[in-house]
T-cell receptor
Framework: DAGVTQSPTHLIKTRGQQVTLRCSPK?????VSWYQQALGQGPQFIFQ???????QRGNFPDRFSGHQFPNYSSELNVNALLLGDSALYLC????????????FGAGSRLTVL | KQEVTQIPAALSVPEGENLVLNCSFT??????LQWFRQDPGKGLTSLLL?????REQTSGRLNASLDKSSGRSTLYIAASQPGDSATYLC?????????FGSGTKLNVKP
């Protein structure tokens, strides 16, 4: 039973560039949430996608956007990268539009130079 | 403001000790509370989930308790082992999202 898979695992970008991160949820899950984890901090909620719509959003600027596809996979896009966007980006999947039990992927480590 | 606080931030113990990690939260409107383990540079592995109607959950050497009235949860690790070394995060579930603490970094010395 495949868990949550994320790609790429590591990437390096420069300020001002754009990045796209990808996530495939656990088999049977239909809801994807994205979290940002800065070094030494706990994950911070970015947004959640269910039925191909953004259902809830955390305190992140519009530079952060996402998409969910009919197969439930999801993308996180970040435009105009800042140094402060350097973090581990975690995708979590769950079932039914809620967040009762989250299954996390291994994350995508983004470094912005 | 939704806050989750974990104490201590770091803990170093000799192998075999029993230990307690603490988590406190400011909002008693809780759906559930989940404890996670995170190894360096890795994702989160769920350890225990306590529903709001429950008081505790146990899995092997781990026991987690929840006291909604005081806004506290504890993770008890019995007979610690070097393989338990990791960062432990607690997360309070609000509506459709989790609020995480900053974690307790545990080092179990052989």
């Amino acid at each position: 039973d495949a868990g949550v898979t994320q790609s790429p695992t590591h990437l390096i970008k420069t300020r001002g560039q754009q990045v796209t991160l990808r996530c495939s949820p656990k088999s049977g899950h239909d809801t994807v949430s994205w979290y940002q984890q800065a070094l030494g901090q706990g994950p911070q909620f970015i947004f959640q996608y269910y039925e191909e719509e953004e259902r809830q959003r955390g305190n992140f600027p519009d530079r952060f956007s996402g998409h969910q596809f009919p197969n439930y996979s999801s993308e996180l896009n970040v435009n105009a990268l800042l140094l402060g966007d350097s973090a581990l980006y975690l995708c979590a999947s769950s079932l039914g539009g809620g967040a009762n039990v989250l299954t996390f992927g291994a994350g995508s480590r983004l470094t912005v130079l | 403001k939704q806050e989750v606080t974990q104490i201590p931030a770091a803990l170093s113990v000799p192998e075999g000790e029993n230990l307690v990690l603490n988590c406190s939260f400011t909002d008693s409107a809780i759906y559930n509370l989940q404890w996670f383990r995170q190894d360096p540079g890795k994702g989160l592995t769920s350890l225990l989930l306590i529903q709001s109607s429950q008081r505790e959950q146990t899995s092997g050497r781990l026991n987690a308790s929840l006291d909604k009235s005081s806004g506290r949860s504890t993770l008890y690790i019995a007979a610690s082992q070097p393989g338990d070394s990791a960062t432990y995060l607690c997360a309070r579930r609000g509506f459709n999202k989790f609020y995480f603490g900053s974690g307790t970094k545990l080092n179990v010395k052989p």
